[in-house]
Structures are given as structure tokens and as C-alpha cells.
């Protein structure tokens, strides 16, 4: 079964603006890990924060973790058209590793607008 | 480094036949690979562990002889399809662990989409 749920489904703005994309998880995580898939394609990892971190960035991403609340933002700046793909979170579970066991969430279809 | 390739990337087939799909890892060793299932506009859906050298390990509802898989060498894992049906028809991905890391994350192959006819 799914560990995480996106939100929202599905999510189109305009070329420039910020984008916010959240995953809610179940249960307790070892870390949380963003991907991006474009239609019809393979997975391009975007970004990996452990469960004992609350922020992380690279580049024009930002991601957040809290697991009190067990959700995860992933915001992207100055969204460009080539940012237009699925967005996914992938949680480990506590007591498995990302070698051992990632569990993916429902996605989000980002549309950008030029 | 850690690429991840698979083979085909497309196939169509006719109802009843068998599909082999193929995964390797193009630079480093894997003794565990990942395959996964992904309807369209759906998440990915692990289908199984693959092991090299043992039996693969089969998630719940999937059936093993429905989707057989073989972990022969430490860069190469297979799934076959057997008597492919429509229903069987998806976009499978399959992913590797670096086995000389410390394997903190799995690197994902390109995908090949099945349509069965």
C-alpha cells in the first residue's frame, strides 16, 4: 500500500512562479526522498532529508520535513517550463534503509504555463 | 556513475505471449534490484526484490508465476511476462543498490512501457 499521499494532485501555474508540492506519510520514517518523472520516463532523484533534519536545498528546491506532523513540503522557485513533469515523494520506513524498502506517494502533475 | 539501463524500452505484444525485460547495472555491482509497476497517472507499485544468486521476494498479490524474475549476475536482473494479457500492460521500472555504497538510495532505470494487444 501507498506510505505517501500528494498534494495536491495536480498543480499548473505560471512559468516564474513558486511551486509547493506536500507528502503526507503514515508511519515513522529513516528519510524522505523527492523524485521527478516526466511523462512516460524513467525517475530523477531529486533529493534525500533524514528523518533527524528539518531543511534542505539544492538549487531552486527546497525541501522540509516534519515529522511531528509526518508531511513533507518540496517547494520549487522560479518555476521554469521544463520543471513540468510528476512529482513524487518516496518514504523509507524506521528500521529499513533506501537499499532495503522505498514506498512512493500518489505524485504530483506539475503543469508550467509560459 | 550508478546508471541503470533497461531493455526494451517499448514492447508490444500479442495476448498469450511471454515478454522478457531486462535490467542492468552499466557501472557498478547490484545484488539487489527492484522491480516496480506504474499504471498511467498512477505511483509506482513495487512489484518484487530481486536477489542475485537466490529466489526473488514478491510482494502481496503479486503472483511470481505470473512475473518471473532472475537475478543470474551481479548486473543484470530479468523479468519475464509470462502469457501477457492486457491487463498486464504498464510502464515497468526497475532499480538497482549500489552494492559498494553505502546504499542510501536505489538508481532507477529508464522504464519500459508493455502494451499488450
Known amino acids: 500500500s501507498q506510505q505517501g499521499e500528494e498534494d495536491p494532485q495536480a498543480l499548473s501555474i505560471q512559468e516564474g512562479e513558486n511551486a509547493t508540492m506536500n507528502c503526507s506519510y503514515k508511519?515513522?520514517?529513516?528519510?524522505l526522498q523527492w523524485y521527478r518523472q516526466n511523462s512516460g520516463r524513467g525517475l530523477v532523484h531529486l533529493i534525500l532529508?533524514?528523518?533527524?533534519?528539518r531543511e534542505k536545498h539544492s538549487g531552486r528546491l527546497r525541501v522540509t520535513l516534519d515529522t511531528s506532523k509526518k508531511s513533507s513540503s518540496l517547494l520549487i522557485t522560479a518555476s521554469r517550463a521544463a520543471d513540468t513533469a510528476s512529482y513524487f515523494c518516496?518514504?523509507?520506513?524506521?528500521?529499513?534503509?533506501?537499499?532495503?524498502?522505498?514506498?512512493f506517494g500518489s505524485g504530483t502533475r506539475l503543469s508550467i504555463r509560459p | 556513475g550508478a546508471v541503470v539501463s533497461q531493455h526494451p524500452s517499448w514492447v508490444i505484444c500479442k495476448s498469450g505471449t511471454s515478454v522478457k525485460i531486462e535490467c542492468r547495472s552499466l557501472?557498478?555491482?547490484?545484488?539487489?534490484m527492484f522491480w516496480y509497476r506504474q499504471f498511467p497517472k498512477q505511483s509506482l507499485m513495487l512489484m518484487a526484490t530481486?536477489?542475485?544468486?537466490?529466489?526473488?521476494?514478491?510482494e502481496q498479490g503479486v503472483e511470481k508465476d505470473k512475473f518471473l524474475i532472475n537475478h543470474a549476475s551481479l548486473t543484470l536482473s530479468t523479468l519475464t511476462v509470462t502469457s501477457a494479457h492486457p491487463e498486464d500492460s504498464s510502464f515497468y521500472i526497475c532499480?538497482?543498490?549500489?552494492?559498494?555504497?553505502?546504499?542510501?538510495?536505489?538508481?532507477f532505470g529508464p522504464g519500459t512501457r508493455l502494451l499488450v494487444l
Open positions: 532499480s538497482a543498490i549500489n552494492s559498494g555504497s553505502l546504499g542510501e538510495t536505489q538508481y
Open positions: 508511519t515513522s520514517i529513516n528519510n
Open positions: 532529508i533524514r528523518s533527524n533534519e
Open positions: 518516496a518514504t523509507t520506513p524506521k528500521g529499513y534503509s533506501s537499499a532495503s524498502k522505498i514506498i
Open positions: 557501472d557498478f555491482q547490484a545484488t539487489t
Open positions: 530481486s536477489n542475485e544468486g537466490s529466489k526473488a521476494t514478491y
